[in-house]
């Protein structure tokens, strides 16, 4: 009996990557943010090689990642795209799925944009006025905290344009909407006297520095953001949220808020001085490699300098590429299919 037992669960362990052999194209999720520089790759890796061209779908990041953490075999993707690193919780998922070994590449740089219709009042905006607009609780002038009573920006501040809050952005499951939480409204609450007086309480720092309101003032646009190009346009009042590349993509229809002064462009991006910027990644489950036609070349086709580099292919669709050096040590890792560390 206990023979048989020792059996049948050595099969049910064999069988997802036996399989994931039935499958002879590349499925990959995740952020809407990576998806179109995915979406490049996989096109210009059908055409010029053997293999299928692979199956895409946006997800948003904390979506893929759930998804591709679920486990191993034909059911589950092969790559996830991500707007933000994994994070510690998710890898842990993944382990406890049997998805052991994951490969991290990172593949450039990507500014998130404040965008507004070009028929609209530019506007010139702070982290801190961004947090005020946003969050759902706002420190009052006695310090404490209260439900966000701005329904304006000149509410928010003095010198912007008296015309309604309307901010179409991320929803949770988007990497987009976790780094915009982290760069700019947890920057700008820790920086009030508030938000100094609930640092050491990380419940309760979370809960108030991190929390975008419910009011309406905020409006979650899903994970198209070629979705909130189009509301943009129909409505030039309202506020989007989304990664450079969409804004580059669409820079005769909209245009791009400054923030802390400096204009979400390419070149402000790559070199660090605009203040909302971010890592853009992939991860590859390294147990459908051998089982999966095509994972190997695909890995190769992006992380290749004509694709990612300089002057590359993607670059021209608004990637922001990492310096050389960087390019060469995640090539390197990804071609020798290197395990990323525990968190």
């Known amino acids: 009996m206990f023979k048989k037992s020792l059996v049948a669960a050595c099969l049910v362990l064999a069988a997802p990557l036996a399989s994931a052999e039935s499958r002879d194209y590349i499925s990959i999720v ?5 998806y179109p520089f995915a979406t490049v790759v996989a096109e210009q890796f059908g055409k010029t090689t053997s293999f299928k061209t692979p199956k895409i779908e946006s997800t948003g990041s904390g979506g893929g990642l759930k998804l591709f953490c679920a486990g191993v075999g034909v059911e589950h993707p092969d790559i996830t795209n991500a707007s933000r690193r994994i994070k510690k919780s998710e890898q842990e998922t993944c382990a406890k799925n049997g998805v052991s070994e994951v490969v991290e ?3 450039g740089y990507d ?6 219709s070009k028929a609209a009042e530019a506007l010139n905006l702070t982290r801190n006025d961004l947090f005020l607009a946003l969050a759902k609780n706002v420190p009052n002038e006695k310090g404490e905290w209260v ?3 701005y329904t304006t920006w000149k509410d928010v501040n003095s010198s912007l344009p008296a015309v309604k809050i309307e901010v179409l952005g991320p929803p949770p499951t988007s990497g987009t909407r976790d780094a915009f939480v982290e760069l700019v ?6 920086a009030t006297e508030a938000g100094k007086a609930i640092k050491s309480d990380k419940a309760k720092f979370k809960e108030m520095c991190f929390t975008v309101r419910e009011d309406g003032a905020y409006i979650e646009a899903g994970e198209n953001d070629n979705l909130i190009v189009q509301k943009l346009e129909a409505n030039p009042k309202a506020v989007g949220i989304f990664g450079y590349s969409f804004l580059d993509q669409n820079a005769d229809k909209i245009a791009g808020a400054k923030v802390d002064g400096i204009a979400p462009t390419f070149e402000a991006i790559a070199d660090g ?8 990644f992939f991860y ?13 070349e695909y890995i190769a086709e992006f992380t290749s300098e004509k694709a990612w580099g300089d002057t590359g292919y993607l670059a021209d669709k608004g990637l922001i590429p990492m310096p050389k050096a960087e390019r060469e040590q995640f090539s390197a890792d990804a071609k020798a299919l290197t395990p990323m560390p525990a968190l």
Do not use: F
């Open 273 to 280: 001085s605009y203040p909302v910027s971010r890592p853009l």
């Open 185 to 190: 409204m947890e920057h700008a609450c820790e």
């Open 105 to 107: 590449v990172k593949i």
């Open 284 to 296: 590859v489950k390294k147990a459908h490699v051998d089982t999966i036609p095509g994972i190997k």
């Open 111 to 116: 500014g998130i944009a404040i965008a507004q």
């Open 147 to 149: 439900a966000n009573p």
């Open 30 to 34: 995740g952020s809407s943010t990576v």
